[in-house]
């Protein structure tokens, strides 16, 4: 009928990226990346996460594998009930010099919701630059994070004019009351060299699991209002 041609007509909605940069703490990384994962799906969009950190093989396809055959992945469905991870560092590598646009790539990713590029900052300044994206920063309670944590930010403010959202992973710690904590550490090296005021996010692993899910939801929610839509063209096919 009618009311259908002009649902046909109508655009999909796009799929949305977003962007975590790791710094080498991938044990505070992942289980905050998984569990934001899950509440994405289920707002029921379907996400896919490209891995940076790890190479695409023959064995284990991924970006390049798609970059390489985009016409052959364009109509590959998603599960809307779950989440997948596609190795990446090649595809990434590929993509460097032209950056990940929307018009160049958004094609490949027709079922997805949520595209979620994890990488390292370096390399996410190569693919993402002033794209106005708000790239996630997980800082895990640890000695070492703060440092490692900064080191990120600065890649990502001089080189691409990032600015990160700050997640700060609250434990309850035996840290001396004069020690400063990772995060005023980053908040203070953040101001002093960065001129840079940074309000994190404080998500909760303190053993309440209904604050901690809470403290997800809604950082799942503010990535998803700063998130960068992609385009859905569809490659050309030439003769």
């Known amino acids: 009928n009618q009311a259908a041609g002009l649902q046909a007509m109508a655009p999909l909605a796009s799929p949305k990226l977003m962007a975590v940069a ?13 569990s934001l994962c899950h509440s994405w799906v289920e707002l029921g969009l379907p ?17 390049i ?4 055959d985009p016409l052959g992945h364009a109509n590959v469905e998603q599960d809307a009930s779950a989440w997948r991870v596609l190795p990446a ?20 990713f027709r079922s997805d919701g949520v595209v979620l590029l994890y990488a390292s900052a370096t390399t996410l300044t190569q693919l ?3 794209s106005g994206l708000t790239p996630l920063l997980v ?6 994070a703060s440092m490692s944590a900064y080191q990120a930010m600065k890649v990502l403010m001089q080189d691409a004019q990032l600015q990160p959202t700050v997640a700060n992973i609250e434990l309850q710690t035996s840290t001396p009351i004069h020690m400063p904590s990772p995060v005023q550490t980053l908040q203070h090296c953040a101001l002093t060299f960065l001129g840079l ?26 990535l998803l209002e700063n998130a960068v839509p992609l385009q859905r063209q569809q490659p050309q096919r030439t003769h």
């Open 89 to 108: 560092a090649l595809g990434f590598a590929q993509l460097s010099s032209t950056g990940f646009h929307a018009g160049s790539v958004g094609h490949l």
């Open 197 to 222: 005021e940074i309000k994190p996010i404080t998500v909760s692993a303190l053993g309440n699991p209904q604050t901690s899910q809470d403290d997800i939801s809604r950082l799942a929610l503010q």
């Open 128 to 130: 993402l630059k002033n």
């Open 22 to 34: 790791s710094h080498g703490q991938q044990q505070g990384e992942l289980p905050l990346l998984w």
């Open 65 to 68: 594998h798609l970059l390489q």
């Open 139 to 144: 800082l895990p309670p640890l000695r070492s």
């Open 47 to 63: 996400v896919l996460v490209l891995d940076g950190n790890k190479s695409e093989t023959d064995s284990n396809p991924g970006l």
